[in-house]
């Protein structure tokens, strides 16, 4: 079998029967947007000033020209999204970004003015919230490559995952779908939902959550999935980016926002309701395309 029939998705799930159980130290492993560690921590947020209390929480995310970007657009930009992106898993768990370290592809022939400006615009993201990038690797690639490794820390007590969705609650989102996707590549800089995130976690808001970088659907197939129930998603009632179809709403991705569930009664000022959590079986996700992979 190829990579063309198992998917993106298909191979993550190949690789982590390999890898097997997490163990130890490791409270969540493959399978969320943050692994999830018990290992000292050295920073803390408003909430609890008590460090002891938190979790280490570590993701990593790659850029690849021709693949997420192309040549000539701006690098200052794609230096802030490669940050961005990462500091979106960790808000997705609840947390807040530390530390980072940053590889990097280039061919011979890179313009060392155009790797300036992508580490201006990494360093524009770090410094707005606080991640000190403390190291990295240079390789020669054939097209460039981004990849950063993120850690970030959360309260025990206010960890979100995608696993906790329950049947009645409501699935709601930050921001509109689709403007990335309607204006294809165009590298524009990210909205990061860590401010809404945070205040989600520390009010105990959501009972799961996910960032939206995969499409708003996989999004809510991935908290389906480790939930262990099943979705009504109203497609009508995704909130649209201007010059967005519903099809580039529903599948396109690239957008960094939240997607939650949470009692009804919970509903935060800045989300919007686009559907239920139903039982297995009850709902209508399988009226819905799979949506975008890397290899289908
Ligand atoms: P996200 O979009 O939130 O970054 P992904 O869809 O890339 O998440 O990955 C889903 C899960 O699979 C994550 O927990 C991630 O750590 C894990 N994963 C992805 N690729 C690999 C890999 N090559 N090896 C091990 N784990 C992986
Ligand atoms: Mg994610």
């Known amino acids: 079998m190829n ?22 130290k490791v409270k969540l492993g493959i399978g969320d947007d943050c692994a999830v560690l018990e290992l000292p921590c050295s920073t803390t947020q408003f909430r609890i000033n008590d460090q002891s209390k938190n979790y280490q929480l570590i993701t990593t995310d790659a850029l690849v020209e021709g693949v997420h970007f192309h040549k000539n657009e701006s690098y200052f930009h794609l230096g802030q999204k490669a940050m961005l992106a990462n500091v979106s898993d960790i808000s997705a768990m609840g947390g807040w970004p530390t530390f980072a370290v940053v590889s990097i592809g280039l061919s011979e022939h890179q313009n060392i003015r155009d790797v300036k400006q992508l580490y201006k615009g990494m360093l524009m993201a770090a410094k707005q919230h606080g991640i000190q990038i403390v190291g990295g690797d240079t390789v020669a690639a054939p097209q460039m490559i981004i990849s950063i490794t993120l850690l970030g820390e959360v309260e025990k007590e ?58 708003l659907v996989r999004s809510v197939r991935e908290i389906c999935k480790a939930s262990k129930v099943d979705a009504l998603v109203k497609a009508e009632a995704v909130p649209r980016a201007k010059v967005a179809t519903l099809d580039q709403a529903l599948y396109g991705g690239e957008e960094y926002e939240l997607v939650f569930t949470c009692r009804r009664t919970k509903v935060p000022k800045f989300a919007k309701v686009v559907g239920e959590i139903v039982a297995k079986g009850k709902g209508n996700l399988a009226d819905f395309r799979a949506g975008f992979d890397h290899f289908k």
């Open 3 to 24: 990579l063309s029939q198992l998917g993106e998705f298909g191979l993550i799930e190949k690789i982590s029967k390999l890898i097997g159980k997490p163990s130890g």
């Open 158 to 215: 206010c960890l979100v995952t995608r696993s906790g969705a329950k049947i009645g609650d409501v699935i709601c989102v930050t921001g509109c779908f689709g403007g990335p996707a309607a204006k294809k590549f165009r590298t524009t800089t990210i909205q990061c939902r860590i401010n809404e995130a945070r205040s989600i976690a520390t009010k105990g808001i959501a009972s799961s959550m996910i960032d939206s970088s995969d499409g």
